[in-house]
């Protein structure tokens, strides 16, 4: 199976457990795991000053992310208190990776102009004034005296002002001594990034699907384009079918779901893959309304590429709640 994983906000960025699966396995890349969801990372990135040449101290003592003014948007799974062990393990790993230092090798860049930022900065710089975000509220910090530029009161005011943060910097600050530090900036640097890939193919489209959308058709086998023609052809003249089945292993804690779409004359297209949730909500109800959802993903695909104007598909599974929503047919 493949799961999702968002795209990397930054020039440069790794996943954490790409590297760490180099380096260990077994209990102590479990172990760095665990560690990495207690602090809700996934990239580098999440981890790095701002700046992108290092790793912040806090996430190297496992500290979360309040520590240095960001937020994760993640909804994370409860972790608990880990042993002493998983972090002396955590701070092998980024001393392997980063050395003592916490160096990093090759410096992040800019930020991707289309990457979903899963993990927020919320505090700005501008001139002498720190801002920093609370949900949707902004908070304004003032220097410590007429010289500081780095050492801020922690003594919150609202600030209102929100459009001048479009050109203000990013910060990393830690609280110490009754104060806000900021300890590293970068200037909101957005990498714009390359034109999309031409479509030349059918199977292109899917491609340029998001993951997450990828993963609801699931593994696909592609046929030749003579085959997907006569589908195309097939949903044009309204005799095309598509079929789904839904399963559920509860023993296994696993669920699945296949589809197919197939002519007249016996072209078809088919896919399978995992149904995710909870598996409270792994219904088989479920399994085949996601096997459903990919068949009309494909459908959407082919009206797509071959340009279709009408057309029908019916469907069909074994189902009867699956059935009853759909029993009203689904027209383009």
Same mark, same amino acid.
């Given at each position: 199976?493949?799961? #999702?994983?968002?795209? =990397?906000?930054?020039?440069?960025?790794?996943?954490?457990?790409?590297?760490?699966?180099?380096?260990?396995?077994?209990?102590?890349?479990?172990?760095?795991?665990?560690?990495?969801?207690?602090?809700?990372?996934?990239?580098?990135?999440? %981890? @790095? @000053?701002?700046?992108?040449?290092r790793i912040l101290l806090a996430y190297y003592n496992g500290q979360e992310h309040r520590e240095s003014g960001r937020h994760s948007r993640l909804n994370w799974?409860?972790?608990?208190?880990?042993?002493?062990?998983? #972090?002396?393990?955590?701070?092998?790993? &980024?001393?392997?990776?980063?050395?003592? /230092? &916490?160096? %990093?090798?090759?410096?992040? +860049?800019?930020?991707?102009?289309?990457?979903?930022?899963?993990?927020?900065?919320?505090?700005?710089?501008i001139d002498r004034r720190l801002i920093m975000r609370h949900k949707d509220s902004f908070f304004e910090f003032q220097p410590v005296n007429s010289r500081a530029?780095?050492?801020?009161?922690?003594?919150?005011?609202?600030?209102?002002?929100?459009?001048?943060? !479009?050109? =203000?910097?990013?910060?990393?600050?830690?609280?110490?001594?009754?104060?806000?530090?900021?300890?590293?900036?970068?200037?909101?640097?957005?990498?714009?990034? /390359?034109? /999309?890939?031409?479509?030349?193919?059918?199977?292109?489209?899917?491609?340029?699907?998001?993951?997450?959308?990828?993963?609801?058709? +699931?593994?696909?086998?592609?046929?030749?384009?003579?085959?997907?023609?006569?589908? =195309? !052809?097939?949903?044009?003249?309204?005799?095309?079918?598509?079929?789904?089945? +839904?399963?559920?292993?509860?023993?296994?804690?696993?669920?699945?779901?296949?589809?197919?779409?197939?002519?007249?004359?016996?072209?078809?297209?088919?896919?399978?893959?995992?149904?995710?949730?909870? &598996?409270?909500?792994?219904?088989?109800?479920?399994?085949?309304?996601?096997?459903? @959802?990919?068949?009309f993903i494909i459908l959407s695909m082919l009206v797509q590429y071959f340009k279709i104007v009408g057309g029908k598909l019916t469907t069909y599974c074994d189902?009867?709640?699956?059935?009853?929503?759909?029993?009203?047919?689904?027209?383009?």
């Amino acid at each position: 199976e493949t799961f #999702w994983v968002p795209k =990397a906000p930054r020039e440069n960025d790794v996943c954490i457990m790409d590297v760490a699966s180099k380096m260990y396995e077994g209990i102590q890349l479990l172990k760095i795991n665990m560690c990495r969801l207690a602090l809700k990372v996934t990239y580098l990135s999440d %981890i @790095a @000053a701002v700046n992108g040449t290092r790793i912040l101290l806090a996430y190297y003592n496992g500290q979360e992310h309040r520590e240095s003014g960001r937020h994760s948007r993640l909804n994370w799974p409860p972790i608990g208190d880990l042993p002493k062990t998983y #972090w002396d393990q955590w701070k092998e790993f &980024l001393q392997g990776w980063c050395g003592t /230092a &916490l160096r %990093i090798p090759e410096a992040l +860049g800019g930020w991707y102009e289309d990457a979903e930022i899963l993990t927020l900065c919320c505090c700005y710089l501008i001139d002498r004034r720190l801002i920093m975000r609370h949900k949707d509220s902004f908070f304004e910090f003032q220097p410590v005296n007429s010289r500081a530029r780095t050492r801020f009161r922690n003594t919150p005011q609202p600030f209102s002002d929100v459009i001048l943060l !479009e050109h =203000a910097k990013v910060v990393d600050i830690p609280y110490k001594s009754g104060s806000i530090f900021v300890i590293s900036q970068s200037p909101q640097l957005i990498i714009s990034t /390359a034109l /999309a890939p031409r479509v030349h193919h059918f199977q292109d489209l899917y491609r340029d699907l998001p993951p997450e959308i990828q993963r609801i058709i +699931g593994v696909v086998d592609w046929p030749e384009p003579k085959v997907i023609i006569d589908i =195309a !052809e097939s949903v044009q003249s309204g005799m095309a079918m598509g079929v789904s089945d +839904g399963s559920v292993r509860a023993r296994e804690d696993r669920s699945s779901q296949s589809w197919i779409i197939s002519a007249p004359n016996g072209s078809e297209i088919t896919g399978m893959g995992p149904v995710d949730g909870a &598996l409270c909500d792994r219904t088989s109800h479920r399994a085949e309304l996601q096997g459903h @959802a990919a068949i009309f993903i494909i459908l959407s695909m082919l009206v797509q590429y071959f340009k279709i104007v009408g057309g029908k598909l019916t469907t069909y599974c074994d189902n009867e709640a699956v059935v009853k929503k759909f029993q009203k047919g689904w027209s383009m």
